[in-house]
């Protein structure tokens, strides 16, 4: 049976409308899974009966999380927030945790991971974490521009199989302190947390770069998304 996956959606300040990159979709389509956007809202009992539907979630990338989830004051470098979509992914999260739902956080969803396990997030990278390797690339994002080392005996490891790998990078935050039951999946060459799994649940795993992006072309992208479809069929 083809698991159904839900995807949290993106919202466009501007154009006050949600949105979805297509590639979120067609991965998981590819990978045999069913995937449908989840409705822009912080309505728990909406939420709740979705989450009975699904299988697994996919944390999506977006805005940057608000400081005040890390119990930090929002720097003039930090972006625009959204509070819906914090409070909306934070609460899947906690029920996919709490009911062993598959979990894959991609950017602001491993950052989101973080936050919620009390970890907290470099604000603005070029600000806070000076370095020469590149994180916030130019498109198209579908190529490699740094590397990350998999650590060992991680759920990384597991599904890829390898030590390194070449990723994409498109995020000016990052995790800086990381969130209690987190273990690292991933550093990049310049010392960032770019991975965290949590080995207590089915299948919880946030990467830093883009797989969406990378899928068509990647064979290690279309592991992590295999390796999640499949943990939703079980």
Known sequence: MN???????????EKQSVWM??????MLEKEGACPFILPYTEDQKVLE?????????????????????????????CGEINHIRDHMDL???KRAI????????????????????????YQDLPSEHKSNTEHHMHSPYDRAVHEVSISDKSLLETILGKDKIQVNSY????IKALGAELKIAAISEDNLIEAVFSD???????????????????ENSKRIVKAFVQSCKS
Request: proline share 5%; net charge negative.
């Open 3 to 13: 698991p159904i996956i839900g995807i949290c959606p993106l919202y466009d300040d």
């Open 49 to 77: 009966k979705l989450l009975k539907l699904c299988d697994g979630i996919l944390l999506t990338g977006g805005h940057d999380i608000d400081p005040a989830l890390y119990h930090e004051d929002k720097s003039s470098k």
């Open 200 to 218: 207590k649940h089915k299948f919880l795993l946030g990467v830093q770069w883009h797989p969406e992006f990378l899928y068509d072309v990647d």
């Open 171 to 174: 995020h000016h935050q990052a």
């Open 98 to 121: 709490e009911l062993d739902k598959s979990v894959l956080g991609i950017c602001r969803g491993v950052q989101l991971m973080n936050v919620y396990y009390g970890g907290t997030l």
């Open 91 to 93: 609460y899947l999260l």
């Open 21 to 26: 990159l297509p590639q979120y979709q067609t």
